[in-house]
Every structure is written in structure tokens, then in C-alpha cells.
């Protein structure tokens, strides 16, 4: 099975499995992520079936620390001082974050 690159990851997790309107939130009924580093996990999860449980950690760790160094708050449910709620023009930052760090990726070739 293919071994995707993070910035398919990442793009996967904008496109597919990041929320952008309020219903598609997995707490309302949805099937998707409201924050980012959920959704790039999900997107690991997701594209990566056939590897186990400290492969898909290792992956989840290397796309954080990338992340990071980028200078995203990748622990930090707060980031946006949303205080919890659903925020639609935060979702867009989100999104917009997430195919930024793809295209980066894609240009560092990982």
C-alpha cells in the first residue's frame, strides 16, 4: 500500500477532515475534526491503514514537530480563543494554516 507524503497528509486533513461548517463537527453530529492537529491525525489514521500503532505515532510526531517549528500551537485547543465554540471564520484560518503547511511540505519534498 502507498506511503503518503505530509503534504497529502496534510492536504487530506483540510480537504476531508477538517469541519467547516458547524453540523460536520464529529460533537454535532458530524463525521469531522474542528481543530487541526485532530484532523492530521485522522488524516494519518485514515490514509495509513496498513500501519500499526507506533507507526502511525511516529508519523503523528514527525508532522507535529514540522508543524511546530512552523510555529503552529499544536497542543493548544485555545489557540484561536474561540472558548470552545464553533467559529466559522476560525475554521478558515484553520484550513487556510493546514494547505500552508502542505505547500511547504511540498516544497521540502516530505
Not at 505530509?6 to 476531508?16: C, S
Not at 458547524?22 to 496498513?50: F, M, P
Not at 464553533?86 to 521540502?108: G, P
Request: aromatic residues 10%; glycine residues 6%; contains cysteine.
Amino acid at each position: 500500500m502507498k506511503e503518503y507524503t505530509i503534504a497529502e497528509i496534510l492536504h487530506n486533513a483540510a480537504d476531508k477532515k477538517l469541519a467547516d461548517k458547524e453540523s460536520q463537527y464529529w460533537t454535532r453530529g458530524g463525521n469531522k475534526e474542528k481543530y487541526s492537529c485532530c484532523a492530521v491525525e485522522e488524516s494519518v489514521i485514515d490514509l495509513h491503514r496498513t500501519f500499526n500503532a507506533d507507526e502511525i505515532d511516529e508519523m503523528i510526531s514527525r508532522i507535529r514537530y514540522g508543524l511546530k517549528e512552523m510555529g503552529c500551537p499544536v497542543d493548544s485547543m485555545d489557540a484561536f480563543d474561540d472558548g470552545g465554540k464553533f467559529n466559522a471564520e476560525n475554521q478558515q484560518s484553520r484550513y487556510a494554516w493546514l494547505k500552508f503547511a502542505a505547500t511547504i511540505a511540498e516544497e521540502q519534498g516530505v
